[in-house]
């Protein structure tokens, strides 16, 4: 005796018998088609910071900081800190002063320019990184803004 499969027959609900040796059997997997979809990530809202974290809002954010365990985690948090406040160069300055290393110290002072209060002073961070090639993405950033 053979084998016998089923297969669906336009409804999922409903099978018939189906001989595996006739010549309509395929035994590969059936691919389905997923629709592709793009979508474009939404516009960044311009920020226009005023005022500046008070001191005891920005030596809690700090502290916050501080006690991330890793580098990554530091860093998700300073953002967060930017994100939801305005600081000034200085704050920003001190939070760059926490982390270790200096990829992480460039790209958390530009995230932090559009939440800057006293842009006009950004060029203080220089003195923030050790390598002159990140000064100078610093700078090249500035000066694109």
Partial sequence: MRPVSFKP???????????????????????TQTKQ?????PAKPAVTCTTAMTDAEFSAAKEMIKRQSFAQ????VARQVAKNNC???????????????????????MYAYDFTVDKKNFFLLN??????????????FLEGK
């Avoid at 979809?37 to 990530?41: H, K, L």
């Avoid at 003195?127 to 090249?140: A, Q, V």
């Fill in 87 to 109: 600081l000034s160069v200085k704050q920003i300055k001190e939070i760059v002063g926490l982390f270790s290393f200096e990829n992480d110290k460039l790209d958390y002072a």
């Fill in 127 to 140: 003195d923030s990184f050790n390598f002159s090639s990140s000064k100078d993405k610093l700078n090249g």
């Fill in 73 to 76: 985690d530091q860093v998700k």
């Fill in 9 to 31: 027959i336009g409804r999922a609900d409903i099978m018939q018998p189906f001989d595996n040796n006739s010549p309509d059997y395929y035994d590969e997997p059936v691919k």
């Fill in 37 to 41: 979809t793009t979508s474009t990530p």
